[in-house]
């Protein structure tokens, strides 16, 4: 086992190791494919990088070799004292299940040992302003090893980051190559800095989650299905070997998780609720160590669940910010390489501001810079005409995010904002999230996304096989990333952008005029018995 299986699902973790072959004939999702795929390539950067810098203080293990003989060599290089290796391979532990291997084993010259450092594709840390904190993270130079802490990040919060660290220090300590400074090391997604993590604290937790893993794997400990967001793209919650899918599973058993997901079912199971029907049922005092929101929600969300109802209105009336002129915004963007694809809705006529050049590439700020223009232009206009102007999306997280990072990438380009201008409009009243609005408004039993809520409202895409992860794929074929670019992608993915922004307008309308007729309040679903 290795340290994958610390983070995730416990029964999708049974699954696997009892049916190893069962996932064989499966298409792989495509998102899991992409992510996988980006990892590799950014691994490839960072290591031609730091070996480029020092070729002489490398040893790099032939990912070529098989696993055995990659093991061998990663022990000859600890033996032989070597300052960096790369692609390291510890040995396999049959007695503790325990295998694993480290992007970086960076030899501790001042206490011996070796200290893990792993490559990752995603964020590990973001900006801070200088400034008082009670906490700053610990990092160090990419090339010369000097642990301090740095007042100009903030930690990011990556638990699979750290059990592997964790994993990664009990097989060389196996071995007597652990560094006694107790440390590891994360290179992120921005290759700026190695984020160095103090390990002594978190081995207690690491040792009994790993046996808690390795006694399921082993088949000495029953799990059962549980909905938890790694569902999404699971082959299990769809397929099933043992039995029903998961999915089927747990409809079956009305299982709690199905409107308490992840650790709120946790709770609930802790207090004797395992059903959707016991979570409808409570009376009585909320639970003291429920911390996820209003609990006689929770119960709403069961008895809704029950009566088939997709939305329950928090209000009397629902209300959306409206004004004369409203524009829609969704962008498309690809991994963390930027945002190609600014797609607007304005009196019903669809305006995607693309850039076609696969990512990364500076025509994106030509594109940023013109979608923001218009935008700029036609709230301008708006205010010289003495009209209110307004612009939606779903979701504002993503939006702010490429505002932002655009605005700091593409400085000084035609047409590109500074960050304190893109500031002060995501920060006003005509930046609206429609995604906020429909949160305060409706508890959503079957979920909050745009493709779950814009059906109540009577929306429906072209595309059966609209969403974020499919589109990844559509855009790597659109922009010929694996061979010629396939122009009816291209096609897809704007129809794809057009019928996100027009989902938009269509639900800010039903929200204004029909919501209140259409969907049951709270008071409907009381604490009361689901007979009255």
């Not at 109802?309 to 829609?328: G, K, S, T």
Request: charged share 25%.
């Amino acid at each position: 086992m290795d340290a994958r299986a610390l983070i995730g699902c416990r029964h999708r973790l049974h699954l696997d190791a009892t049916h190893p072959e069962a996932p064989a004939g499966l298409s792989e999702d495509p998102g899991v494919r992409q992510r996988r795929e980006a990892a590799t390539a950014h691994r490839a950067r960072v290591r031609d990088a730091l070996v480029a810098a020092d070729p002489d203080a490398w040893v790099v293990i032939d990912p070529g070799c098989r696993a055995a003989e990659r093991a061998e060599a990663t022990m000859r290089a600890c033996a032989a004292g070597a300052r960096h290796i790369w692609g390291g391979l510890l040995p396999q532990e049959p007695d503790t299940g325990r295998r694993g291997g480290s992007e970086i084993l960076l030899r501790d010259i001042e206490r011996g040992g070796y200290i893990p450092i792993i490559v990752v594709n995603h964020k590990v840390t973001d900006p801070r302003q200088p400034e008082p904190a009670d906490f700053h993270p610990t990092t160090s130079d990419l090339y010369h090893w000097n642990p301090q802490p740095d007042p100009h990040r903030k930690l990011r919060q990556q638990p699979r980051d750290v059990q592997r660290l964790a994993h990664l220090h009990r097989m060389l300590q196996r071995h007597g190559l652990a560094s006694p400074a107790l440390v590891g090391g994360v290179i992120g997604y921005q290759f700026d800095r190695i984020l160095v993590h103090d390990l002594g604290p978190l081995l207690a937790d690491y040792d009994l989650r790993y046996a808690d893993r390795i006694a399921v794997v082993r088949g000495e400990l029953p799990t059962v299905p549980s909905k938890v967001p790694e569902c999404r793209q699971c082959p299990w919650w769809t397929r099933g070997v043992e039995g029903p899918s998961c999915e089927s599973w747990l409809v079956e058993h009305r299982d709690v998780s199905l409107v308490a997901p992840g650790s709120r079912a946790e709770v609930l199971r802790r207090h004797g609720v395992e059903t959707i029907d016991d979570l409808a049922a409570w009376v009585g005092d909320d639970p003291e160590d429920w911390q996820h929101g209003p609990f006689d929600e929770a119960v709403v969300t069961a008895r809704a669940w029950i009566a088939g109802a997709p939305l329950v209105r928090r209000v009397e009336q629902v209300r959306v910010r409206r004004a004369d002129v409203e524009v829609d915004v969704d962008l498309e963007s690809f991994q963390e390489y930027g945002a190609y694809l600014w797609g607007t809705l304005l009196d019903g006529v669809y305006r995607p501001f693309v850039t076609w050049n696969p990512l990364p590439t500076d025509d994106e700020g030509r594109s940023f810079g013109e979608f923001w223009t218009w935008l700029m232009t036609v709230r301008a206009e708006a205010a010289t005409a003495g009209k209110t102007f307004a612009a939606y999306c779903y979701s504002r997280t993503a939006e702010d995010k490429w505002l932002y990072e655009s605005a700091r990438r593409f400085a000084g380009r035609p047409g590109v904002p500074t960050v304190d201008q893109v500031r002060a409009f995501v920060d006003g009243p005509q930046w609206v999230d429609m995604f906020q609005a429909v949160s305060d408004q409706f508890i959503c039993p079957n979920g909050k996304g745009l493709k779950k809520i814009a059906p109540v409202a009577g929306f429906a895409w072209r595309d059966p096989e609209a969403g974020g992860e499919a589109s990844m794929s559509w855009y790597r074929l659109a922009v010929g990333y694996d061979g010629t670019p396939d122009l009816s992608q291209r096609t897809r993915l704007l129809e794809y952008n057009e019928d996100d922004v027009r989902a938009t307008q269509v639900l800010r309308e039903w929200m204004t005029t029909r919501a209140d007729g259409e969907v049951a309040g709270l008071a409907d679903f009381g604490r009361r018995t689901i007979a009255t």
